[in-house]
């Protein structure tokens, strides 16, 4: 089976900029999302990549190398509010298309 | 409000009782998805819909989950004879393509 694999938790400063990484095997790769999730909240879409390359989306962006089955969050000028779990979730052929999640990882913004 | 919307937020029952939980996807979305969620894990796949049409569902699932969306619009997850193991977020996601978009969850405890 697939396995989406991101570091467990993550700390970072006020004001920073903090990189979450995502690797997923490569075979069958059609598509990686990226989820913020407050605790005890849902999940709310931040990001979605298809091709290589950055997308960026106010303080937030997301990279992709297929051929790498890599993928990472950067997240700058961090602020209280970011503190949450931030989900990767990757979409392979092989799965009938449906979302493979990671674990989730929990990023703690320290003043 | 649009979005989507999962009835009850909250659901203390016995083991052994039946449960049924309710998603009122995004009115335009023909895609609905529910998962279950545990504690610092991310989202399992339980089953998908495409309109009516249940056309995923999870090997993983047992025979006493059973859902349904008899007119493409509403979703039911129903659980029967519940085991504590069966204690998690709920989740239902509803979508138009790709990008899915999350309720707030329903959380169950089975004491």
């Known amino acids: 089976g697939q396995n989406i694999d991101q570091p467990t938790e993550m700390t970072a400063t006020e004001g920073a900029i903090v990189q979450i990484n995502c690797t997923y095997q490569?075979?069958?790769?059609?598509?990686l999302f990226w989820y913020q999730q407050h605790a005890g909240e849902a999940p709310t879409f931040l990001s979605y990549?298809?091709l290589d390359g950055l997308e960026e989306k106010g303080r937030f962006s997301s990279f992709l190398s297929r051929s790498k089955g890599y993928s990472y969050l950067l997240l700058k000028e961090l602020q209280m509010k970011d503190s949450a779990s931030y989900l990767c979730?990757?979409?392979?052929?092989?799965?009938?298309?449906?979302?493979?999640w990671g674990a989730g990882t929990k990023l703690i913004i320290k003043p | 409000d649009t979005g989507v919307s999962q009835n009850p937020r909250h659901k203390i029952t016995k083991r052994g009782q039946n449960v049924t939980f309710r998603c009122d996807p995004i009115?335009?979305?023909?895609?609905l998805y529910w998962y279950r969620q545990t504690l610092g894990q991310g989202p399992e796949f339980l089953t998908y819909?495409?309109?009516?049409?249940?056309?995923?569902k999870s090997r993983l699932l047992s025979d006493r989950f059973s859902a349904e969306r008899p007119k493409g619009s509403f979703s039911t997850l129903e659980i029967q004879r519940t085991e504590q193991g069966d204690s998690a977020m709920y989740l239902c996601?509803?979508?138009?393509?790709?990008?899915?978009?999350f309720g707030p969850g329903t959380r169950l405890t089975v004491l």
């Open positions: 819909f495409q309109n009516e049409a249940q056309l995923e």
């Open positions: 990549n298809v």
């Open positions: 979730a990757v979409r392979f052929r092989d799965s009938n298309y449906q979302l493979i």
């Open positions: 009115s335009e979305h023909n895609r």
């Open positions: 996601a509803s979508a138009p393509t790709d990008t899915q978009y």
């Open positions: 490569t075979s069958g790769f059609n598509g």
